[in-house]
């Protein structure tokens, strides 16, 4: 039976070690952490193939510039001289043009619709039954600009397949979520998406791993590889060397770091985001929803309400910013007047770090250094919506199969 590493233990990894074991690996996973509270537990949970648009696009770079002067704002990179960021940041800019973000569209939108096929097959396995829930998303908005905008996203989904994307007018979506204020100016549904408990789909990934045999190494940081000419032979960490035959990284915002040990360069830069989970009627909401202005994701979850949002590009040692959950709090306040969101003490927020790509679109592939190692990284905020798929995808690569998609869009050598 050949052996793999796959380092990395959130949404991604896991996903990544399931399809592997499925088909036939000696699986073993790595992590510098415990994978009890990773990046995959505290984001929105949104499985959704309307995702298509990536982070960079036109416009970003400037708006970005006139909200680092906002402590509060919904994407902040933080200023420093710096190599790899003022790499990345070059590449983001060269990115951000209609012709990159045309060509996205579909690799993303095909990556959301295996991803969520990936987790509707889970349902079905001994060891999960998360919450998970068809029903949409919501887009909401109160201005004119976005109203425009809006009406540009419904044309482009229904142009690449999402047929069943229709604009809402403000009748309409206060009917459907009668909390949101009088200042709403309509919306648009994505009724393709679904959204789960991250933190359900973690727990029984994690058990289903354990159930089956797969070897989870928690607590380990890997800092070096042994090699026998383009092969990856061992995965060294400070406690131990272990042997393999393959290897994937899906290391996250640490994956880096850790593919410049095989002379990989990969521009990876981690954006961190915070949420907050609430319980209670007073704080009812009926459909997932993206809060276009405020750029804010709403999440219900089985009783509970999630919030989460910003962008911050920052060394992933930077102590948390609590005015960012403010301006969380502020956002939300801005859409559902009657939400009086107690500011929450630093311990009840989650922060995590998002892996965010140059250009948008994940990394997924063979390393060219290394004859046996994948990639599987670079999700940004996508990662939760895209992990199953991934996963799935990695398996077919590692086992010479046709892939379930193209991934050529996403080679991970694409930048060297």
């Known amino acids: 039976m050949s052996k793999v590493i796959v380092i990395g233990g959130g949404i991604v990894g896991l996903s990544c070690a399931l399809y592997l074991k499925q088909t036939g690996w ?13 990046c995959s537990y505290g984001n929105a949970g949104y499985i ?66 295996l991803s969520k096929k990936c987790y509707e097959e889970w349902r079905s396995l001994p060891d999960f039954n998360f919450f998970y829930e068809h029903k949409g998303l919501l887009e909401v908005f109160q201005t004119e600009e976005k109203a425009h905008h809006a009406a540009e996203t419904v044309a482009k989904a229904k142009s690449i397949g999402l047929s ?17 204020g009088s200042n709403i100016r309509g919306g648009l549904i994505f009724r393709c998406d679904a959204h789960c408990y991250p933190n359900d789909v973690m727990r029984d990934l994690l058990s289903y791993l354990k159930n089956n045999g797969v070897q989870l190494i928690t607590n380990e940081e890997v800092n070096g590889f042994e ?43 981690p954006g961190r985001g915070y949420s907050l989970t609430v319980e209670g009627d007073q704080f009812k909401v009926n459909y997932p929803a993206i809060l276009m202005e405020a750029r804010l994701a709403v999440t219900p979850i089985n009783g509970r309400t999630r919030f989460g949002g910003t962008m911050e590009i920052t060394p992933v040692n930077t102590p948390p910013r609590m005015n960012r959950v403010e ?15 107690p500011k929450p003490k630093i311990e009840d927020v989650w922060y995590g770090y998002r892996p965010c790509s140059a250009d948008g ?20 905020m996508i990662g939760m919506s895209l992990g199953a798929g991934t996963g799935k995808l990695v398996s077919e690569i590692l086992n010479g199969q046709h892939t379930s998609m193209d991934i050529r869009p996403f080679d991970p050598m694409r930048y060297n």
């Open 327 to 341: 301006g969380i709090i502020e956002g939300v306040k801005r859409f559902y007047p009657s939400f009086n969101i």
């Open 48 to 113: 959704c193939p309307s995702h298509f648009i990536p982070l960079a696009t036109p416009g970003i770079v400037k708006q970005g510039l006139k909200w680092m002067w906002n402590s509060k704002s919904p994407f902040y990179v933080k200023p420093r001289m710096n190599g790899p960021l003022l790499d990345w940041g070059l590449k983001f800019m060269r990115a951000a043009t209609p012709e990159k973000v045309e060509n996205a569209a579909i690799p993303l939108m095909e990556a959301g619709i």
């Open 227 to 269: 090699k026998k000419g383009r092969k990856i032979t061992a995965v060294l960490t400070p406690k131990g060397k272990y042997p393999t035959d393959a290897v994937v990284l899906s290391a996250g915002s640490w994956s880096r770091e850790i593919a410049a040990l095989t002379g990989l360069k990969i521009p990876l830069m």
């Open 361 to 380: 679109l994940p990394y997924i592939g063979r390393a060219s250094q290394m004859d046996n190692m994948v990639v599987a990284t670079g999700h940004a």
């Open 26 to 38: 000696e699986v073993t996973v790595i992590d510098q952490s415990d994978m009890s509270n990773n």
């Open 164 to 180: 069943d994307t229709d604009l809402l007018s403000r009748d309409e979506i206060l009917t459907m979520e009668p909390n949101l």
